[in-house]
């Protein structure tokens, strides 16, 4: 039996929950956690925001643990290694977007808590592909959200070919935010913190900003035209997004991971600059594996408040009252 924390409604609390998970799949691995970040896309499926949540719901894809099994096709992980899970946990690698390194995109790719129970236990399985080696100088305290949320602000960078002189700013300094100051800084960019908290400006500098914008003042939006090869938004929130598209270099990228509900553009700007807005998810396989070796390289790690799995309801509290500096991670067995 797996031991767990599920809600049973939308607006339930979570309590324990256990369940038998059956025959482990030969290709699986299941997974003993040991800690499990609390991301906002558990408080949305957990809120049935997405009308895709399933009830008894357990949370939980930002997984740091050990080894606890493997089925008997797995080669190549070993009881006792430490791995993590993410947001994807499963996908039919066969399919024209897995073969071409993009396994993410997987249309059959099944999400760790979507349909299934996830991280919010002392156990979770997942397909063993997914289940991505921990490197030396990376702690398992502290890496959980770098499985989702790290991931999701390292991946752009690739994508974007962004070169190690390129102009970047990062709108919001919050749970994705911050980390994204930390990989652009590493990754050689001059980095602008983009944020409505000007209190924040001393942490966006220790983060790895060289520049800090009030983006609440017109004034310094508008100084800014035509500055950074990439703005990436972090945000959920609706933007004047002409005004953002105008602080693109030409050829620049205006690159969305917070999911805004609508962008209204002006096209002809996006025309004559020859600027473009994109827009992505988590990541791959092997983006995932590069994005733990580079933290490991470069000492990246979200900062984080500490709680112990029995009281995720006060973990989730904290994170929904958007107080938290700047992840949240459960402890499991406390």
């Known amino acids: 039996m797996i031991h767990a924390y599920a809600a049973s409604a939308p607006e339930a609390d979570f309590e324990p929950f256990e369940y038998d998970p059956g025959e ?14 609390v991301c906002h896309s558990d408080l949305s499926m957990k809120k049935n925001d997405w009308g895709i949540s399933q009830y008894p719901f357990v949370g939980g894809h930002e997984v740091a643990g050990r080894v606890a099994a493997v089925g008997d096709r797995v080669r190549g992980l070993e009881v006792g290694q430490r791995v993590g899970v993410g947001w994807t946990s499963g996908s039919c690698l066969r399919c024209d977007q897995c073969l071409s390194g993009y396994q993410n995109r997987c249309p059959d790719a099944e999400g760790t808590i979507v349909g299934r129970h996830g991280g919010f236990a002392d156990r979770v399985r997942a397909q063993a592909a997914w289940c991505l080696p921990i490197p030396e100088g990376v702690s398992s305290v502290d890496c959980g959200p770098l499985f989702c949320g790290g991931l999701t602000v390292f991946n752009p960078l690739v994508e974007n070919d962004i070169a190690p002189t390129a102009r970047v700013a990062v709108v919001g300094i919050g749970g994705l935010g911050h980390m994204a100051l930390q990989f652009a800084n590493a990754w050689g960019c001059e980095v602008t913190a983009f944020s409505t908290s000007p209190e924040k400006e001393d942490e966006a500098r220790q983060l790895g900003a060289h520049h800090f914008l009030n983006s609440r003042d017109e004034q310094a939006l508008k100084s800014a035209a035509g500055s950074y090869d990439m703005v990436l938004v972090t945000v959920n929130a609706s933007l004047d997004w002409d005004a953002y ?87 499991a067995g406390e």
Not at 248 to 261: I, Q, Y
Request: charge should be negative; hydrophobic fraction near 45%.
């Open 245 to 331: 598209i105008n602080t693109l270099r030409p050829g620049g990228t205006l690159h969305l991971v917070g999911a805004a509900e609508k962008i209204e553009a002006t096209v002809f700007p996006l025309i004559a600059g020859q600027k473009s807005i994109s827009a992505s998810p988590t990541g791959a396989i092997v983006r995932a594996k590069e994005m733990l070796e580079f933290c490991a390289r470069h000492d990246i790690k979200p900062l984080t408040e500490q709680y112990p799995m029995s009281q995720i309801n006060e973990a989730m509290a904290r994170l929904e009252s958007g107080e938290a500096r700047y992840r949240v991670v459960l402890k």
């Open 24 to 37: 482990l799949a030969a290709d699986h691995v299941e997974v003993e956690v040991e800690f499990c970040g």
